[in-house]
């Protein structure tokens, strides 16, 4: 049974910093590319960045440059850094696994999901 579970969320105010993880367990994703997620009160679950097999990234435009995505394959872990924090980075954070190839960029490409971790960004 694949289990993803993340750890790392919680409160921290504006222009703070938070790192996320990752553990996945039950098949390695060495070949796959893992991701993070995040979905707001009232909001779509959007991704936030994506890292491939080969260490290639991608980041939503509003997080370039404050967030930073890795990889430890031999963890079978994620990571997600976080840094200078604004309000509207409050959501909860997903992990996320893929069965395919290839980079994936929509919720619909993902096969496992971590339980989610609450970031709240206070003022």
């Known amino acids: 049974q694949v289990q993803l579970v993340e750890s790392g969320g919680g409160l921290v105010q504006a222009g703070g910093s938070l790192r996320l993880s990752c553990a996945a367990s039950?098949?390695?994703?060495?070949?796959?590319?893992m991701a993070w997620f995040r979905q707001g009160l009232g909001k779509a679950r959007e991704l936030v960045a994506t890292i491939g097999h080969r260490y290639s990234t991608y980041y939503k435009d509003s997080v370039k440059g404050r967030f930073t995505i890795s990889r430890d394959n031999a963890q079978n872990t994620v990571y997600l850094q976080m840094d200078s924090l604004k309000l509207e980075d409050t959501a909860t954070y997903y992990c996320a696994a893929t069965a395919r190839f290839g980079m994936r960029y929509g919720p619909r490409d993902y096969d496992y999901w971590g339980q989610g971790t609450q970031v709240t960004v206070s003022s």
């Open positions: 039950g098949r390695t994703f060495n070949s796959n590319s």
